[in-house]
């Protein structure tokens, strides 16, 4: 979904599940069939939302958000403008309000604990690690190309079939670091898989960043112009003796 320009706007704000019970409606008030979802993302203009699959919807629809933390629930006239499947079955929707919610409810919202506000942007990386696609799989290599507070975006070779939950491996100072995440999405790029995942616990996203910050550091070393010296310095292997 693409982000508001309207600076004034709140951005992008992530949803505590937990506090939070969001379904599908027809349009038509009358009709009582709904579809029970899980609200992933939402800001004043549009909401991301995850859903069994595969969902027969309608482009128009009514989506249907409630809290115990605040009164009333909010019953919202909104357009369905794409839909991704993942490994799991489930199906992540672009949704769009046909109102954008009010500065003074959004702040609501956020003031109340449902949200947390987005203030990290993904960063680029290159981290190599071995992730477990099921318990009893041997691990792939796979790499980390991006990463937030939310989770990472991992390419390897191979999709997720049937599960929702992986297991990545990498190396921090020496020592083997397990992480483990739940799977959003999953994209076929020719031969490789991208693999969208949030992370299980929030305290591994600062695990991460260390390997990041160890992988840059690494790169910089091997970079630096001493290091290239005495690379150009060291006797070849095999080298005729002089």
């Known amino acids: 979904m693409t982000q508001s320009t309207d600076r004034r706007r709140p951005c992008y704000a992530l949803v505590n599940v937990e506090l939070v019970q969001a379904a599908i409606l027809p349009v038509d008030p009358q009709s009582v069939d709904s579809i029970a ?58 949704c769009n309000f046909k109102a954008p919610l009010g500065n003074e409810l959004f702040q609501r919202w956020i003031d109340s604990g449902v949200l947390n506000r987005r203030k990290s942007v993904r960063e680029r990386t290159q981290i190599y690690v071995g992730v477990q696609l099921q318990a009893d799989k041997p691990r792939l290599p796979a790499i980390v190309s991006d990463f937030s507070e939310g989770g990472l975006c991992l390419t390897t070779s191979e999709a997720p079939k049937n599960t929702r939950e992986v297991c990545v491996f990498g190396s921090l100072h020496g020592e083997e670091v397990r992480i483990q995440l739940k799977v959003r999405w999953n994209l076929s790029v020719g031969p490789k898989q991208m693999v969208g995942c949030e992370f299980a616990r929030g305290s591994d996203y600062q695990i991460l960043r260390r390997m990041h910050q160890a992988t840059q550091q690494q790169m910089l070393t091997e970079h630096s112009p001493a290091h290239r010296t005495a690379n150009w310095l060291s006797p070849v292997e095999g080298a005729p003796g002089r």
């Open 37 to 94: 979802a899980e609200l992933r993302e939402i800001s004043q203009i549009g909401a991301k939302l995850l859903i069994p699959g595969p969902p027969e919807l309608r482009y128009e629809c009514r989506i249907s958000l409630a809290s115990h933390r605040l009164k009333p629930a909010l019953m919202l006239p909104a357009e369905i403008h794409w839909a991704r499947p993942n490994p799991a079955g489930d199906w992540l929707l672009g």
